[in-house]
């Protein structure tokens, strides 16, 4: 599992790192608009991955379920976000269906955190 969340949380720099010049280039490249929503995808997917990775490392009950949502996120951003950006920059695809397959994927991702989360309602105490 250590290996794993160490290539999520290389993938969260990655991630960011793009996003800050998808932004970049959104400002600059004729025709980049598209590009704002790379950027918005990889940066704050960046973050929810950082975040995630960091509940498995506390030993939470659920860290398989965290973990999961983590994979499914990043590969889910790591898909939309290529396509988007080809189709930007070289009138290409990544493959057909690539950018809906990566959102539905990001979907799925957030709602793997959810059930992660509601499954914790039961065992938290309250104040």
């Known amino acids: 599992m250590g290996r794993i969340i160490a290539v999520l949380d290389a993938c969260a720099g990655l991630f960011g790192a ?7 280039g959104a400002a600059h490249v004729a ?3 598209r590009l704002n929503s790379v950027a918005l995808i990889l940066l704050a997917h960046a973050a929810a991955l950082l975040g995630l990775t960091s ?3 506390l030993g939470e009950p659920r860290a398989r379920f965290w973990l999961a949502a983590a994979v499914i996120i990043a590969v889910g951003a790591a898909l939309f976000s290529a396509d988007v950006a080809l189709l930007t920059l070289r009138g290409a695809r990544l493959f057909p269906m690539a950018a ?3 959102g539905t994927l ?17 065992r938290a105490t309250l104040p």
Not at 18 to 24: D, I, L, N, S
């Open 55 to 57: 509940r498995t490392r």
């Open 18 to 24: 793009c996003g800050v010049a998808a932004a970049a």
């Open 100 to 102: 809906p397959t990566g």
């Open 106 to 122: 990001l979907i799925l991702g957030w709602l793997v955190a959810f059930v992660a989360g509601i499954s914790m309602i039961s």
């Open 31 to 33: 025709g980049g608009e």
